[in-house]
């Protein structure tokens, strides 16, 4: 095992502005972040308040307006396999079968190895999410939870670099929502890639992230907030619910995002930073504009 | 006397061969005046199990029983509301709720029944959309007008089917606030099905979990003693409701687990890594044989699940 990059991504400085005809429209503003490799971090926030946005601008499908953006020591241009997305809906091609969905990539990243390696990648990948039995279905004779399993299967078959989740469970039903919770982790104890999720869910971030940023609420979105989750891994939800640092986590983040996500570091003169948050700003060694101003 | 009464009931489905229980020992009794909410996992037969009361399905063994009467057939003493709504798209919310009240209230004067669908859309805060159309309105205020229409039947018990699946979480939580607070005021006994055990906690007296087996039973219920009107945000912080949650949650989790059929099967990780795709590296991959490798193949017994 090699060492882990201590800056697997960093984001500096990250603006999205957009031009509208009555004058530019800040989306996100100074978004700064760095994530460890192996490092799993959760963006939350309301819907609307442009997390989607920064995550977008990561995986290379929206353009960067201001800032840059290191992935593993290169500057980031562009969609590519080094990054893998689950968006909300699985997005599968819906006349291929599941297990060619997944090679579909696979055959491209893997095009220096043989045809039976190949094959193995997308079926191990496909049996860990619960697909063993399944993988030669098409997606509409899988249910919505099936599909994402697919989903996930294929971001994973490829070891990106990093990993980005859009809302992965979004449309789900809660009890199904907690069951693909496990598969990704299961998947993820396996391979920990460095992992950037959204959602707005304040338990599926606790369960499943080392870090959570919570963003303000939008336009001009900013990082309001950082928290570390202090459970260790493998993560067994049931003892995760009995301990009580889980509730006093849980009320944090839901306390953020009832009173708190209209605050805007960089507007407030009296704002003190929480210590998770000190240590984030600490390491870019950035005051917010205003401040300098 | 309970209002509702369930004994020993099973159900199932399909013919000899081809044959799939649903439920088995079905046992359940409904309080006059109570919240009782019924989750499960979807495909678990929640449905079919309202259905029983409704009388839209018949039980193969035991009883379905309304006031100590069998139920033999749907009846407007049963309210039923739909995930879809369910409303005649030519008629205004008005006219669908009128539609109801005729055919129920056929005694009444034609003033009286306009009252008794005014108060009804009063109720549901739709005054100001009364002549609209179902197309009109939005998913959270279609829902509302079959709550209302339902209602205006004066039925003795509210049958809800995953009333609030189909709507986004925030119109979500209005609605829930809502009929809870409508409940509140007239008290009407209601048994609700969902999958969210959220939702569950804060409008019910009374949980009780169905539990995926095959067939499907009921599990032990869940009393939640927590004072109404229950704010939302204040619940969270509330002792008692993060106890319910944790309990109800791992119920439903472990539940899952048991009947599956396990095999497992040997699996291989083969030793390849990806190529550089996004940055040109000249011809890296054309001075090595094969793909870059980290030099250890892997293989592992996975449990695969039928």
Redesign the interface.
């Known amino acids: 095992m090699s060492v882990l990059n201590p800056k697997m991504l960093e984001l500096d400085r990250l603006w999205k502005i957009y031009d509208t005809p009555k004058g530019p429209a800040t989306i996100v503003k100074n978004f700064n972040l760095k994530l460890k490799e192996g490092e799993f971090a959760t963006l939350i926030g309301h819907s609307g308040c442009g997390k989607s946005t920064v995550l977008m601008m990561v995986a290379g499908l929206s353009e960067v307006s201001q800032g840059n953006m290191i992935l593993a020591g290169k500057e980031a241009v562009g969609p590519g396999p080094d990054r893998g997305i689950v968006f909300q809906s699985p997005c599968l091609l819906p006349w291929m079968t599941a297990f060619d969905n997944v090679m579909l990539g696979v055959n491209q990243v893997y095009f220096t190895a043989n045809k039976m390696e190949r094959r193995q990648m997308a079926e191990y990948y496909l049996s860990i999410v619960g697909l063993g039995d399944a993988m030669h279905k098409f997606p509409s004779e899988l249910s919505q939870g099936m599909r994402q399993r697919v989903g996930i299967a294929r971001a994973f078959a490829l070891q990106p670099k990093m990993l980005l989740l859009d809302e992965p469970f979004g449309m789900l039903d809660s009890l199904t929502r907690y069951e693909l919770q496990e598969v990704l982790l299961e998947l993820w104890r396996r391979n920990s890639i460095t992992t950037l999720m959204v959602t707005h869910d304040v338990d599926e971030a606790i369960f499943l992230s080392d870090r959570v940023v919570m963003m303000t609420d939008g336009p001009e979105a900013e990082v309001g907030d950082i928290l570390k989750i202090p459970f260790e891994r493998p993560r067994n939800r049931k003892e995760i619910m009995e301990d009580p640092r889980y509730y006093e986590l849980r009320e944090h983040l839901i306390t953020f995002l009832n009173d708190r996500s209209h605050i805007r570091p960089s507007r407030e003169p009296e704002f003190v930073p929480s210590p998770d948050m000190a240590a984030e700003m600490a390491a870019h060694a950035f005051s917010f504009p205003a401040a300098a101003a | 006397m309970s209002l509702i009464e369930i004994k020993n009931a099973s159900k199932g489905f399909g013919l000899l061969g081809d044959r799939s229980e649903v439920l088995k020992d079905i046992n359940l009794s409904v309080e006059e005046g109570e919240f009782v909410v019924i989750i499960g996992?979807?495909g678990s037969g929640k449905s079919t199990l309202i259905n029983l009361i409704s009388g839209l399905v018949k039980p193969d063994t035991g009883v379905a029983m309304i006031e100590g009467k069998t139920i033999t057939e749907p009846g407007p003493d049963r309210g039923l509301v739909f995930q879809n709504y369910s409303l005649l798209p030519w008629l205004t919310v008005e006219e669908n709720i009128a539609l109801a009240v005729d055919e129920v209230f056929k005694d009444w004067t034609k003033e009286q029944r306009a009252a008794h669908v005014a108060k009804h859309i009063g109720m549901v805060k739709l005054s100001h959309a009364a002549k609209k159309l179902p197309k009109e309105l939005s998913g959270g205020m279609r829902q509302r007008v079959s709550v209302a229409r339902t209602l205006a039947m004066n039925p003795k018990v509210l049958l809800m089917d995953e009333p609030l699946?189909a709507l986004d979480?925030l119109t979500r939580a209005q609605l829930q606030d809502e009929i809870a607070e409508i409940w509140l005021n007239n008290k009407t006994t209601v048994i609700w099905i969902t999958?969210?055990?959220?939702e569950a906690i804060l409008v019910a007296d009374r949980v009780i979990p169905l539990l995926p087996t095959v067939p499907a039973t009921l599990g032990e219920a869940i009393t939640v003693d927590i004072e109404r009107p229950r704010d939302r945000?204040a619940i969270?912080?509330d002792p008692k409701f993060?106890k319910l949650?944790?309990h109800l949650?791992?119920t439903?989790?472990d539940s899952?687990g048991k009947n599956k059929v396990k095999s497992s099967?040997k699996?291989?990780?083969?030793?390849?890594?990806?190529?550089?795709?996004?940055?040109v590296n000249g011809i890296e991959?054309l001075t090595r044989r094969?793909?870059?490798r980290r030099n250890e193949i892997k293989t592992e017994e996975?449990e695969?699940?039928?």
């Open positions: 996992y979807s699946s979480a999958n969210d055990p959220d945000k969270n912080h993060k949650r944790a949650i791992t439903l989790l899952k099967r699996l291989t990780l083969p030793d390849i890594l990806p190529e550089e795709l996004t940055h991959f094969g793909p870059k996975v695969v699940t039928a």
